[in-house]
């Protein structure tokens, strides 16, 4: 209820709106955020560091993040072996190196989606769906 919404890109893109059960019956972002923290802190070693991967995450995911972590008084910090981010979209459109750049490829567009289909020659089942976006994001970080 605490929420920041921008309701009409919410509902464009992720079908979602402030009355949606998942977000109605969603944990508080206390408990999400200390979920996260332990699911990095079990699967990063301690020696080990983690890379923050998010499509176009400059323009939201880790705008909010840094929100999240640099409010004043805020409970929230990253862990502390998260020590960089990229941006695959970034990376793919300014790289022009990249196979998947414009300059390379036959790419229609650099959505996630569009990228996706053109790796695997197929059509990407419910994007924007944070599981399938991740999913999809490895499987472009990792194409040869």
């Not at 508080?28 to 991967?53: C, M, P």
């Not at 499509?55 to 993040?65: A, L, Q, S």
């Not at 996706?116 to 769906?129: E, Q, R, T, V, Y």
């Amino acid at each position: 209820s605490d929420a920041i919404w921008d309701t009409n890109m919410c509902r464009r893109v992720h079908g979602l709106h402030c009355e949606h059960e998942k977000i109605r019956d969603a944990d508080d972002i206390a408990t999400v955020w200390n979920q996260f923290y332990e699911f990095i802190k079990s699967n990063i070693g301690r020696q080990q560091v983690g890379v923050l991967v998010a499509w176009n995450g400059v323009t939201c995911d880790m705008r909010w993040i840094y929100k999240l972590c640099q409010a004043p008084n805020s409970i929230f910090q990253l862990p502390t072996n998260i020590k960089y981010f990229m941006d695959p979209m970034s990376v793919i459109r300014e790289y022009k190196g990249c196979k998947l750049n414009k300059k390379h490829s036959k790419i229609e567009s650099y959505e996630l989606g569009v990228v996706w289909s053109f790796i695997k020659k197929c059509n990407l089942n419910g994007a924007h769906d944070s599981l399938v976006d991740v999913k999809a994001q490895t499987d472009i970080v990792i194409h040869p």
